[in-house]
């Protein structure tokens, strides 16, 4: 069986999305007022609050009680699981980051919490700056892009915390959509669609590496989307080093993907080989490998 990373596909997208329409629908039939506060009446009040108001110490017009907590944070976290989901299905290979997947699922609760305790207190927001600058979170993100769904992790919570549940709904979708459009038909990077060309060993640049790599690993699939993930996951396990080198979509959603890597010492080339075509059965996989040395 193959192994497909954790997340599924566009359609469990999809499928989620809808039982979250008929979740929304159940609630505003049976839950009075729900209506009002998925419309942002909240939001709204918060927005009325005059400037020595809120010098004063919070609104009284954002309920702080726990069920409230409870429902903004739950609501983030509902919201936020397709915009993760979407992460997951469009990164691949060494670009995939988990630790924003969780940062993402984390966040919004995290946020949207804090916003219950701040409310519209500027005393509080100050108190709460002077904490985060004393601890500083620093981490280095592997894509530029990855900034981006933290953003909207950090928007998804705002919105929740302050009880505007349509806007981090409408928020989710429209990202997840312009996200999936844009990585369906490769936007921006036009020399992708041509079929990249796997180097000679002679052209390779392999002159700062103390242990450069051994040769070329070429996979044939008959699904080079769902091929990418497996592929990469058994590398990740049985390789010491890899690099994705080329991959050239031939006949439907068929390809060849091209991989160079060095194995471990103890793992021989034609164990990930085997392991390779036992994982990708169903997606008819084959693998060969083309050594430097030969």
Do not use: C
């Not at 915390?161 to 429209?174: D, E, K, N, R």
């Amino acid at each position: 069986m193959s192994r497909k990373r954790p997340g599924g596909s566009i359609v469990g997208v999809l499928i989620y999305y809808g039982f979250l329409a008929v979740g929304l629908w159940a609630t505003f039939r049976w839950v009075p007022g729900w209506a009002e506060i998925f419309a942002g009446s909240r939001l709204a009040q918060l927005s009325s609050t005059s400037f020595s108001d809120a010098l004063s110490g919070p609104s009284t017009a954002v309920v702080t009680d726990w069920p409230t907590a409870t429902m903004a944070m739950v609501g983030a976290l509902v919201v936020v699981i397709p915009v993760a989901w979407v992460y997951v299905i469009t990164k691949r290979g060494q670009d995939y980051d988990p630790s924003v997947v969780q940062t993402m699922i984390i966040l919004p609760v995290a946020v949207s919490g804090i916003v219950l305790i701040v409310q519209s207190s500027i005393a509080l927001a100050f108190s709460l700056a002077g904490i985060v600058a004393a601890v500083r979170f620093r981490n280095t993100l592997k894509d530029t892009k990855d900034a981006v769904y933290v953003f909207v992790a950090i928007g998804v919570g705002l919105a929740a915390g302050v009880q505007a549940f349509g806007v981090t709904l409408v928020m989710s979708i429209v990202f997840n959509v312009v996200v999936l459009v844009l990585w369906r038909f490769n936007v921006g990077h036009i020399y992708d669609l041509q079929a990249a060309a796997v180097p000679a060993d002679a052209q390779l640049d392999t002159s700062g590496e103390d242990k450069p790599f051994q040769g070329v690993l070429r996979i044939h699939t008959a699904d080079l989307e769902e091929a990418g993930p497996v592929v990469d996951s058994v590398l990740n396990d049985s390789v010491k080093r890899w690099r994705r080198a080329a991959e050239t979509p031939t006949t439907g959603s068929a390809g060849v993907l091209d991989y160079y890597v060095r194995f471990k010492k103890k793992t021989p080339p034609k164990d990930v080989l085997t392991k390779l075509q036992q994982r990708g059965i169903d997606l008819q996989l084959t693998a060969d490998f083309d050594s430097f040395a030969d």
